[in-house]
């Protein structure tokens, strides 16, 4: 891995808890930048959904937090931030199926408890930790296999 | 295939993305959980499903899906349909349950036409 390497490119976006209605927009904006810097579709790709899955749990289950990315030659790193319920057992969140969201939630489409694992499959990398009461963060790494 | 065509020969009605309809499509795929279409539909996908609120149109451009179409009658919600007219994302409609537009459009894709039609 290339966790040294300087940044080509670096931001951070605000994503609102409960508005549905711009829920994916932060991820739709990572997967325009990450095409025009030229990456290759398959890291654009995995990215996207790592982007989308954690800034809808965020919507889903947060007040608020913070998505940012982090592209240097060898990898892209998603990093996420919230301040909401926190995640009470780690092991059965990240258990395929297991789902806490609520009749509105499972309205939209979402809530087939599929988000997190995904999250891990589609990443060389995943972190997650998470406070009760507080928020819960996450670290995710795509390699990127013959640079920039 | 393009949209178009599939769209004239299942009779499907057309709500958005009216320039985009000489779109390839490469396969389909059919759900209504979101995570699971983000995880496991591909590019130039036609994705069928019954949901119609705007998430799906962040799905499917994401996704970069060649359409969408609602299922069993289902029309998309307002601020979905504005949405899909915004980012230009074809979004189309049939009256026919999932099962019976995913069979059409698995013939016409692998090319068995003369059972799929739909005279209007
Ligand atoms: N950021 C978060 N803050 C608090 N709880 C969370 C957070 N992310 C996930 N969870 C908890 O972990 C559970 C599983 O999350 P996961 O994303 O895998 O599935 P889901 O969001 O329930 O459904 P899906 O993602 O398939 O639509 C959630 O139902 C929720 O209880
Ligand atoms: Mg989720």
Redesign the pocket.
């Given at each position: 891995m290339h966790v040294h390497e300087k940044p080509t490119f670096e931001s951070n976006y605000t994503v609102q808890g409960g508005n549905f209605d711009e829920a994916g927009k932060v991820a739709s904006q990572i997967k325009v930048i990450l095409k025009k810097l030229g990456l290759q579709t398959d890291v654009v790709r995995k990215a996207a959904l790592v982007a989308y899955?954690s800034e809808?749990?965020?919507v889903?289950?947060?007040r608020k937090?913070t998505i940012s990315i982090s592209v240097t030659p060898g990898q892209v790193k998603i990093e996420t931030t919230?301040e909401?319920?926190?995640?009470p057992d780690i092991n059965l969140?990240?258990q395929e199926g297991?789902?806490?969201?609520t009749s509105k939630i499972r309205e939209m489409g979402?809530?087939?408890?599929?988000?997190?694992?995904n999250i891990k499959k589609f990443s060389d990398y995943f972190q997650i930790t998470?406070e009760i009461g507080k928020?819960?963060h996450l670290k995710m790494i795509i390699n990127i296999e013959n640079g920039v | 295939m393009d949209l178009e065509t599939i769209a004239t020969c299942l009779n499907l009605k057309v709500f958005s993305g009216f320039d985009q309809l000489k779109t390839e499509v490469l396969d389909g795929y059919t759900g209504d959980?979101?995570?699971d279409v983000m995880a496991n539909s591909k590019e130039g996908d036609l994705w069928m499903t019954r949901q119609v609120h705007q998430n799906i149109i962040a799905v499917a451009s994401l996704k970069d899906h060649a359409g969408i179409i609602m299922v069993q009658g289902a029309e998309p919600a307002k601020d979905t349909l504005e949405k899909a007219l915004k980012e230009n994302i074809p979004v189309m409609g049939t009256d026919l349950s999932g099962f019976e537009i995913a069979g059409r459009i698995y013939n016409l894709l692998k090319e068995k036409q003369d059972i799929t039609r739909i005279d209007p």
């Amino acid at each position: 891995m290339h966790v040294h390497e300087k940044p080509t490119f670096e931001s951070n976006y605000t994503v609102q808890g409960g508005n549905f209605d711009e829920a994916g927009k932060v991820a739709s904006q990572i997967k325009v930048i990450l095409k025009k810097l030229g990456l290759q579709t398959d890291v654009v790709r995995k990215a996207a959904l790592v982007a989308y899955e954690s800034e809808i749990n965020i919507v889903s289950y947060a007040r608020k937090g913070t998505i940012s990315i982090s592209v240097t030659p060898g990898q892209v790193k998603i990093e996420t931030t919230d301040e909401g319920q926190g995640i009470p057992d780690i092991n059965l969140a990240m258990q395929e199926g297991y789902s806490t969201a609520t009749s509105k939630i499972r309205e939209m489409g979402f809530g087939a408890g599929m988000g997190l694992c995904n999250i891990k499959k589609f990443s060389d990398y995943f972190q997650i930790t998470s406070e009760i009461g507080k928020g819960t963060h996450l670290k995710m790494i795509i390699n990127i296999e013959n640079g920039v | 295939m393009d949209l178009e065509t599939i769209a004239t020969c299942l009779n499907l009605k057309v709500f958005s993305g009216f320039d985009q309809l000489k779109t390839e499509v490469l396969d389909g795929y059919t759900g209504d959980l979101l995570s699971d279409v983000m995880a496991n539909s591909k590019e130039g996908d036609l994705w069928m499903t019954r949901q119609v609120h705007q998430n799906i149109i962040a799905v499917a451009s994401l996704k970069d899906h060649a359409g969408i179409i609602m299922v069993q009658g289902a029309e998309p919600a307002k601020d979905t349909l504005e949405k899909a007219l915004k980012e230009n994302i074809p979004v189309m409609g049939t009256d026919l349950s999932g099962f019976e537009i995913a069979g059409r459009i698995y013939n016409l894709l692998k090319e068995k036409q003369d059972i799929t039609r739909i005279d209007p």
